[in-house]
């Protein structure tokens, strides 16, 4: 290696390291390489890889809980498919109301371990050892929050899969069957991720505020849970007083958004529960501002943060 | 005072202290302030609606989320504290009986959660309810008396729980979240191991509510609780006897 590439004492990346005694002479990767073994390492951690057994209890348990429904329907598909056959009026698990039915096994996933992912590099003081490497501030909140949505997104559609070949399964042809089952199914993905990156970056902003994984979990679910019953109360009320804005309140709530959004990739009209006055349209909107707001408020955090 | 109270009135003026000034008690008060401004919002639309304000505030938000949240971090906090800085080792080397320790601290810990809870409720109450007669005297009455009975309960159970277990925070909201509220309605027998169904049945001896809420009768609820309260409190006690210091893992 030239002399020009080597990093000593006197460059910046090498300053703390670097003594003088002994150079490192090898290939430095660099500031996209520190961001992305952060991401795979957080994502490991999420699931409890690399962790004592302890550790993947919530994240295992919490995740399979929220796939077993399908996973069920799949073990069942013959008995469902000749039952069905039979002119029987079976209830399925479809791909546009998983979510909505299950989503607070989803809650919990986040509320288990979006403090795991944050709150100890606060509470060991470990932040400016990450900082006054290769990596920045910015490079570490996104690459956090990348991870714990890559999670949810496995959590997400793991159930998916799962129906998607209980359904093929149920039926006689499966070439044409994965033919008809496709165009139902595919409008998931994009949901899905919608669904993970919002839930992962109000919960990493929110868990980010507080060194304690206790309690920056109570905090998450007391904002979980007010910010489902508090805009859906004063709606109510003021809908009856009319004001005919109140609608808008509805935009605020974190899962009810997520469901209303999931409706519009599935191109469902919205059930009776929701405002009339507001398309699902809007809600995919709510939901991409709420990742936008949250993830600026996860990067302002770690702006500031005392590293 | 003599005899073995006389150390009561000096843990509990330690606990209150420790509680009093943190961060997580204001953002409690915050969380109390809640029930009464939904009720200025219901007033300020004209709404006068004692069975819609019942089961759209009292019910959701000042019960299944207020009353869990105060008596959760109030209950586990109590020791929590002391445990965590390590005080606690000075408190058990004095010569008090471990039963008054767990008296005065559990007194401080419920003093705490009714304050707020009951004033919560009361405050929502007078702004709201009170103004539509005597059935919203009586509804205001039921959720008090809901709070009385739920802080005594919560607050010595979650007590008793942060002796047993690091994790009584994330345990302690997670009975009151998946046992309380997603396995109950699923199996109807849990009524009978549930705090929240004691305060409903306390309640319904001063409201009627409608009648999927309360599932035990005023007399059952009322009893339960004591037993409750009683073991609770025998076991904290004889945890603390054969209380053994550990290290702090968060």
Same mark, same amino acid.
């Given at each position: 290696m030239s002399a020009g590439n080597r990093l000593t004492a006197s460059s910046p990346a090498g300053s703390i390291y670097d003594l003088g005694y002994r150079h490192y002479e090898g290939k430095r990767h660099g500031r996209w390489y520190a961001a992305w073994s952060l991401y795979v390492e957080s994502l490991r951690g999420v699931w409890g890889f690399g962790r004592p057994m302890s550790a993947k209890a919530a994240p295992f348990i919490l995740a399979g809980l929220y796939s077993f429904f399908a996973f069920l329907q799949l073990a069942f598909s013959s008995t469902l498919a000749s039952e069905i056959s039979s002119g029987q009026q079976v209830q399925l698990f479809a791909y546009d109301s998983y979510f909505t039915t299950f989503s607070l096994l989803l809650v919990l996933f986040c509320v288990a371990q979006a403090p795991e992912v944050v709150c100890r590099d606060q509470r060991y003081q470990v932040l400016s050892l990450y900082f006054t490497r290769a990596i920045g501030r910015a490079d570490y909140a996104l690459a956090r929050v990348a991870s714990l949505s890559t999670a949810l997104f496995l959590a997400l559609i793991v159930p998916m899969i799962a129906l998607f070949v209980g359904d093929v399964l149920m039926k006689p042809d499966t070439i044409s069957a994965i033919g008809d089952e496709l165009p139902k199914a595919l409008p998931a993905i994009p949901a899905d991720l919608l669904i993970a990156a919002s839930m992962a970056s109000i919960s990493l902003a929110l868990s980010s505020y507080s060194p304690r994984r206790a309690y920056s979990a109570i905090g998450l679910i007391a904002y979980f849970l007010l910010m489902e019953a508090v805009p859906a109360i004063i709606y109510a009320v003021a809908n009856h007083g009319g004001w005919s804005s109140a609608d808008k309140l509805v935009l605020l709530t974190p899962i009810t958004s997520l469901t209303g959004a999931t409706d519009w990739f599935f191109g469902k009209a919205l059930t009776s529960d929701y405002p009339a006055t507001l398309g699902p349209a809007a809600y995919v909107l709510a939901c991409l501002v709420s990742v936008g707001v949250f993830s600026a408020i996860l990067l302002f955090r770690y702006r500031r943060i005392a590293a | 005072?003599?005899?073995?109270?006389?150390?009561?009135?000096?843990?509990?003026?330690?606990?209150?202290?420790?509680?009093?000034?943190?961060?997580?008690?204001?953002?409690?008060?915050?969380?109390?302030?809640?029930?009464?401004?939904?009720?200025?919002?219901?007033?300020?639309?004209?709404?006068?609606?004692?069975?819609?304000?019942?089961?759209?505030?009292?019910?959701?938000?000042?019960?299944?989320?207020?009353?869990?949240?105060?008596?959760?971090?109030?209950?586990?906090?109590?020791?929590?504290?002391?445990?965590?800085?390590?005080?606690?080792?000075?408190?058990?080397?004095?010569?008090?009986?471990?039963?008054?320790?767990?008296?005065?601290?559990?007194?401080?810990?419920? +003093?705490?959660? @009714?304050?707020? !809870?009951? #004033?919560?409720? &009361?405050? =929502?109450?007078? /702004?709201? $309810?009170?103004? %539509?007669?005597?059935?919203?005297?009586?509804?205001?009455?039921?959720?008090?008396?809901?709070?009385?009975?739920?802080?005594?309960?919560?607050?010595?159970?979650?007590?008793?729980?942060?002796?047993?277990?690091?994790?009584?925070?994330?345990?302690?909201?997670?009975?009151?979240?998946?046992?309380?509220?997603?396995?109950?309605?699923?199996?109807?027998?849990?009524?009978?191991?549930?705090?929240?169904?004691?305060?409903?049945?306390?309640?319904?001896?001063?409201?009627?509510?409608?009648?999927? +809420?309360?599932? @035990?009768?005023? !007399?059952? #609820?009322?009893? &339960?609780? =004591?037993?409750? /309260?009683? $073991?609770?409190? %025998?076991?904290?006690?004889?945890?603390?006897?054969?209380?053994?210091?550990?290290g702090s893992t968060d």
């Open positions: - | 005072m003599t005899g073995p109270l006389v150390a009561f009135p000096e843990i509990v003026r330690l606990t209150l202290r420790q509680q009093l000034g943190r961060r997580r008690t204001l953002l409690l008060v915050l969380l109390a302030a809640l029930p009464p401004l939904l009720a200025l919002v219901y007033r300020a639309f004209g709404e006068v609606d004692v069975s819609g304000f019942t089961d759209s505030v009292f019910e959701p938000v000042s019960l299944t989320i207020v009353l869990p949240l105060a008596t959760v971090l109030f209950g586990t906090g109590a020791f929590g504290a002391e445990n965590d800085e390590g005080t606690i080792l000075y408190l058990l080397a004095k010569p008090i009986s471990r039963w008054v320790i767990v008296a005065a601290k559990a007194f401080a810990a419920v +003093a705490l959660s @009714l304050v707020l !809870t009951v #004033a919560s409720v &009361l405050v =929502a109450g007078a /702004i709201e $309810v009170v103004p %539509a007669g005597s059935d919203g005297v009586s509804a205001t009455e039921a959720y008090v008396g809901a709070m009385v009975v739920g802080s005594l309960c919560y607050v010595t159970l979650f007590l008793t729980l942060s002796l047993f277990t690091r994790r009584a925070l994330v345990l302690g909201i997670g009975y009151s979240l998946v046992w309380e509220g997603a396995l109950s309605s699923l199996l109807p027998g849990i009524a009978n191991l549930s705090v929240r169904q004691y305060a409903l049945g306390a309640a319904d001896s001063f409201y009627q509510l409608h009648t999927e +809420a309360a599932r @035990l009768s005023p !007399t059952t #609820a009322l009893t &339960l609780s =004591a037993i409750l /309260i009683v $073991v609770a409190l %025998a076991l904290a006690t004889w945890r603390l006897m054969r209380f053994e210091l550990s």
